[in-house]
């Protein structure tokens, strides 16, 4: 299979977050789209091909307009404004009780008002490695849509937490959602969406929550315990038009492939009684037992295991790069799942 991947991403660099009430350097950084890489050419996965350059159009089809210009001017705002801190992040959000009818001008406040946490920081390249990230899911898709079985976009940063108007959690814009919509606008009638990173994907569940055209399914840690707390309970079925779309798998932390592949099999077969013309795999592989930030407990040898499983729905897929922090191991991960789509 072929993978799609910018060197852009590595501007997104030196980025801070908080854990625990200290400043420490982010877990999302550039190694991770390296170590990947690195996995896709020594196993031989297939060609690496540079994005093709898209106009934020498609982007513009599953986030507010107002939000993608946003994003592309942030550094240049939080520059003018004369700051000099390392990372632009928000301290202050329009919460229960507060305005957010209106959006201040002080770019303090708008950073506060297009996220759900201070988890997306600003740098001087984090626009261009967002963009590239989203060019890179683009360009993946249109391979599966000329033919190829699948295509793997090694995105960098991430995208699943953020939603139509909101960054938050390494991500800014959501290329799985982004590429679901192309999908959609270009001969799919339904796409599936299934998310295995630990994480549940608030984001891609908030952009498509009210319609039947996208179905998605969410692998991950219980919100009640775990990040991003706030959604992704097992009760979250979607609404409206989409009522019944949505299905989330919220399991324990220590959950290991013997639990873990029963919900996995079960969204399978959701999937297949969708019957979708295209699937989306947000590839997240921080369900790994040595991830940093998580708590489930999959091994290496389980990842082709979950790759295998996919290939035997018989459809066309996209894998589109989530998380994953632990570095050493996260190429050996990543690619495990798509070789093990491939049979080998
Ligand atoms: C992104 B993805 C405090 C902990 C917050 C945020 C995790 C974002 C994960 N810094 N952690 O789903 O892998
Ligand atoms: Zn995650």
Same mark, same amino acid.
């Given at each position: 299979m072929k993978t799609?991947?910018?060197?852009?991403?590595?501007?997104?660099?030196?980025?801070?977050?908080?854990?625990?009430?200290?400043?420490?350097?982010?877990?999302?950084?550039?190694?991770?789209?390296?170590?990947?890489?690195?996995?896709?050419?020594?196993?031989?996965?297939?060609?690496?091909?540079?994005?093709?350059?898209?106009?934020?159009?498609?982007?513009?089809?599953?986030?507010?307009?107002?939000?993608?210009?946003?994003?592309?001017?942030?550094?240049?705002?939080?520059?003018?404004?004369?700051?000099?801190?390392?990372?632009?992040?928000?301290?202050?959000?329009?919460?229960?009780?507060?305005?957010?009818?209106?959006?201040?001008?002080?770019?303090?406040?708008?950073?506060?008002?297009?996220?759900?946490?201070?988890?997306?920081?600003?740098?001087?390249?984090?626009?261009?490695?967002?963009?590239?990230?989203c060019d890179v899911a683009l360009t993946a898709a249109g391979l599966v849509n000329t033919g190829e079985r699948a295509a793997f976009a090694l995105c960098r940063p991430p995208g699943h937490h953020a939603g139509s108007a909101f960054m938050g959690g390494y991500c800014y814009i959501n290329n799985a959602a982004v590429a679901?919509?192309?999908?959609? +606008?270009?001969? !799919?009638?339904?796409?599936?969406? &299934?998310?295995?990173?630990?994480? =549940? /994907?608030? %984001?891609?569940?908030?952009?498509?929550?009210?319609?039947?055209?996208?179905?998605?399914?969410?692998?991950?840690? +219980?919100?009640? !315990?775990?990040?991003?707390?706030? &959604?992704?309970?097992?009760?979250? =079925? /979607?609404? %409206?038009?989409?009522?019944?779309?949505?299905h989330n798998y919220p399991m324990p932390a220590g959950t290991a492939w013997d639990e873990w592949s029963l919900a996995l099999e079960d969204a399978c077969a959701k999937i297949g009684a969708c019957r979708p013309d295209v699937v989306v795999v947000s590839l997240g592989v921080d369900t790994f037992e040595k991830d940093p930030i998580s708590r489930f407990r999959l091994k290496s040898s389980d990842y082709p295991l979950i790759g295998k499983r996919i290939r035997k729905l018989g459809l066309p897929v996209l894998f589109v790069m989530e998380g994953g922090y632990a570095v050493e191991e996260i190429g050996i991960n990543a690619v495990g799942v798509l070789t093990g789509f491939e049979g080998r």
């Open positions: 799609v991947f910018s060197p852009l991403h590595a501007g997104h660099a030196d980025t801070f977050e908080l854990v625990a009430g200290e400043l420490v350097p982010g877990f999302e950084k550039p190694s991770r789209a390296e170590f990947i890489r690195a996995r896709v050419e020594s196993e031989k996965l297939g060609d690496i091909l540079p994005p093709q350059e898209h106009d934020l159009s498609a982007a513009r089809k599953v986030h507010a307009s107002d939000y993608i210009d946003f994003l592309s001017t942030v550094w240049s705002q939080w520059q003018a404004a004369g700051h000099t801190g390392p990372a632009a992040l928000p301290y202050v959000w329009p919460t229960r009780g507060l305005r957010a009818d209106r959006r201040p001008r002080a770019i303090e406040a708008q950073l506060g008002y297009y996220s759900f946490d201070a988890g997306a920081p600003f740098v001087k390249g984090t626009w261009e490695a967002v963009k590239s990230s679901a919509q192309w999908f959609r +606008d270009h001969g !799919a009638a339904r796409v599936s969406v &299934l998310d295995i990173d630990y994480h =549940h /994907g608030n %984001g891609t569940q908030e952009i498509f929550y009210s319609r039947a055209d996208v179905q998605v399914l969410n692998l991950h840690a +219980d919100p009640m !315990a775990e990040y991003p707390f706030f &959604l992704g309970h097992a009760d979250e =079925h /979607g609404s %409206g038009a989409g009522q019944g779309c949505n």
